[in-house]
């Protein structure tokens, strides 16, 4: 912190002189307190500290640690945090929110523009469950991998499993279709094919009709 200039101590020469010494000591005492706030304080006592007196840029790096803030709750910040690195996070509702569990594959997420949960081995290989799908809006739940995609989605009364290449349905046992005493099994006997003999049933239906 500077020091005021008081040189010229006594003897004075004579009255004219001290008053003349006290008037520019005076000057520098009020020039002094003028801008203490530019000045480099190395300690500061005081009780009341006015709001709005004390800036960011005034702060020095590092010099507010964690032990040294306490508050109920930071719903009055608002603003871009940046990058932020946490050990644990508690909230009770959070909204608007993109996650992902790697910035790189494989991965999961949780997206909040699609509206979807998934997971992703590569950009065009994964499973998804979308709250809104694309066909018409109802929720679908849709696997993609080698150019080739399936859904389960609701269309209407109906719940529909569609493939955008051929559908193959295996197990290790039996395939039982069983719907209630009331359903029906549709198939078209024209497009139900003998995987043996590659006629379809309706082929080797009318061969037989004159039978």
């Known amino acids: 912190m500077p020091v005021p200039d008081i040189s010229g101590l006594p003897p004075f020469a004579d009255f004219n002189d001290v008053t003349i010494k006290i008037n520019d000591l ?14 480099n304080i190395r300690s500061l006592h005081a009780k009341v500290i006015e709001a ?19 508050v109920n709750e930071l719903s009055a910040i608002s603003a871009n945090l940046g990058h932020i690195t946490a ?86 046992n039996d395939i039982d279709l069983s719907p209630s005493y009331s359903g029906k099994v549709w198939v078209s006997f024209s497009q139900l094919y003998d995987i043996d003999t590659g006629e379809s049933l309706r082929k080797q239906l009318d061969s037989k009709a004159d039978k």
């Not at 005492?29 to 530019?38: A, H």
């Not at 020095?60 to 306490?70: G, L, P, R």
Request: aromatic share 8%; glycine share 8%; no cysteine.
């Open 26 to 39: 005076v000057q520098r005492l009020r020039q002094l307190l003028l801008t203490l706030d530019t000045l």
């Open 52 to 70: 709005e007196t004390i800036t960011g840029d005034k702060i020095a790096a590092n010099s507010v640690t964690a032990d040294k803030i306490e």
């Open 87 to 172: 050990g644990l996070i508690e909230a009770v509702q959070i909204f608007g929110s993109y996650i992902a569990t790697s910035q790189s594959y494989p991965r999961a997420e949780m997206s909040n523009t699609e509206n979807i949960f998934a997971t992703y081995s590569s950009p065009s290989s994964y499973i998804k469950m979308a709250a809104v799908g694309p066909a018409n809006g109802s929720p679908q739940f849709s696997v993609s991998g080698g150019g080739e995609s399936v859904f389960l989605y609701q269309q209407g009364t109906q719940s529909l499993l569609h493939s955008t290449k051929n559908l193959m349905l295996s197990s290790s």
